[in-house]
Nanobody, 122 residues
Framework: QVQLVESGGGLVQAGGSLRLSCVNS????????MAWYRQSPGNQRWLVAR???????MYDDSVKGRFTISGDNAKNTAFLQMNMLRPEDTAVYYC????????????????WGQGTQVIVSS
């Protein structure tokens, strides 16, 4: 059973940095990638960054140039380095493991963890 645990969130001033960590303490079959999502109050959870097992990355336009995703699919760990944080980055951040198929694209396959809260003050 996959159990994702996110950490590293906190309160930071605009312009500051945080590094989020994600560890999967369970077992899972093939992993095609890992990703970070965020959800702010009143909004749906959406994809922030993704890294494939081959190391290819993808970022939402809102975080390009500021956030960097890294990870080790073999160890089921992922990190999100967040620089130049803005108040609009305030959200609960979640990670997940991904599977890929041409028919469905990238799909999160694990149950969601508790997430880690990031608050950016202006």
């Amino acid at each position: 059973q996959v159990q994702l645990v996110e950490s590293g969130g906190g309160l930071v001033q605009a312009g500051g940095s945080l590094r989020l960590s994600c560890v999967n303490s369970g077992s899972i079959g093939r992993i095609d990638g890992m990703a970070w999502y965020r959800q702010s109050p009143g909004n749906q959870r959406w994809l922030v960054a993704r890294i494939s097992s081959g190391g290819n990355t993808m970022y939402d336009d809102s975080v390009k140039g500021r956030f960097t995703i890294s990870g080790d699919n073999a160890k089921n760990t992922a990190f999100l380095q967040m620089n130049m944080l803005r108040p609009e980055d305030t959200a609960v951040y979640y990670c997940n493991v991904l599977s890929y198929s041409p028919a469905e694209g990238w799909i999160p396959v694990a149950s969601w963890g508790q997430g880690t809260q990031v608050i950016v003050s202006s």
